[in-house]
């Protein structure tokens, strides 16, 4: 609970997050062209994903990501949780997912002060 938590602690953890979210996300804007072009050439619809998530207090925000999935597959199959050897996940959206390299966008989300680096 942050409320509990020490002003220097909270302090910190925001020149934290700030710092190395910046720091990280310039090496990464050229994964992140790079996975971008990957998936917009290898299937239809857009490449990034979003979704609303909760933050602290209740507090709604858009997560975004690369993605991963068929477009549109959830119109489909309906909303389920994703599974090992998932058939609508994209070939692409396999080796994304393996490095993670599908969750670097959300360094935006840290640097707009919805997400943090750390717990």
Not at 32 to 54: D, E, N
């Amino acid at each position: 609970n942050v409320a509990l938590c020490p002003t220097w602690y909270n302090a910190g953890k925001v020149v934290f997050d700030y710092a190395v979210a910046l720091a990280a996300l310039l090496p990464t804007l050229l994964v992140i062209a790079v996975a971008a072009a990957a998936v917009k050439l290898t299937s239809p619809g857009p490449v990034f994903y979003t979704q609303v998530r909760l933050g602290l207090g209740g507090r709604r925000y858009k997560i975004v990501k690369i993605r991963t999935m068929h477009h549109n597959v959830e119109l489909r199959s309906g909303i389920k949780w994703a599974k090992k050897d998932d058939d609508r996940v994209t070939r692409v959206g396999r080796i994304l997912r393996r490095t993670h390299v599908d969750e670097l966008p959300q360094l935006f989300n840290v640097l707009f002060g919805q997400m943090s680096l750390v717990g």
